[in-house]
Structures are given as C-alpha cells and as structure tokens.
Nanobody, 122 residues
Framework: VQLQAFGGGLVQAGDSLRLSCAAS????????MGWFRQAPGKEREFVAA????????TYADSVKGRFTISRDNARNTVFLQMNSLKPEDTAVYYC????????????????WGQGTQVTVSS
C-alpha cells in the first residue's frame, strides 16, 4: 500500500483544514488507518484512527471534539477534518495503514505516507 497525504497549509487559529490521504492498491478497505503528527523537536504522536469499516474511531484527547477522521473505501481515501485549529496543532501530519485493528501505537502501522505540513498561526 502506498499512501500520499495532502491538504496541509498555513492557517490562522480557529480556522479549519481537511487533510486527505490517498492510497494505492485494491486492499485499502481491509486496512485500519491512522493519522499521526510530529512537531519540531517532538516525538511523533497519535491523532486519530479509524477501523477498516469506518465504524470505529479513536482520537487523542488533545483533538477530541475538534478533529474528525473518516474514510471513503470506494475512493481509497481517508480524511482528517480539523476544526478550531490551535497553534499547538502545528506539525507534519502523516497517514498510516495497518492490516490489524485500529491502534494508537505508531509501531502497529505497516505503511506510512510522506506527511503534509500544517501550520497554525496565532
């Protein structure tokens, strides 16, 4: 599975962005998907995950209520809708795929996209 994330950009605090992650391969619908982020000087951290069916989702406490993960298996795409953005959301955002159940652990994921930069100004 090859993943390509896009949709990042420079926005102001309070704005919204929607990230997309396009996957190649015919087995996308069998993979759980996750979004992670990494800010400069910090470790990569979990943001959100979604099960292969889309019925199960989990979020980091820091984004709960502001971010929404979703997927469209017909289009081999997973989305991350980010609302009420804060400067502390500034990071490179990565999408990832794994053949097991959705997980908050980065080590559980088998495939990673290249990342897209999100910068939120105050």
């Amino acid at each position: 599975v090859q993943l390509q994330a896009f949709g990042g950009g420079l926005v102001q605090a309070g704005d919204s962005l929607r990230l997309s992650c396009a996957a190649s391969g015919r087995t996308f619908s069998s993979y759980a998907m996750g979004w992670f982020r990494q800010a400069p000087g910090k470790e990569r951290e979990f943001v959100a995950a979604i099960s292969w069916s889309g019925r199960g989702t989990t979020y980091a406490d820091s984004v709960k209520g502001r971010f929404t993960i979703s997927r469209d298996n017909a289009r081999n795409t997973v989305f991350l809708q980010m609302n009420s953005l804060k400067p502390e959301d500034t990071a490179v955002y990565y999408c990832a795929a794994q053949s097991g159940g959705s997980s908050e652990r980065a080590t559980a994921y088998d495939y990673w996209g290249q990342g897209t930069q999100v910068t939120v100004s105050s």
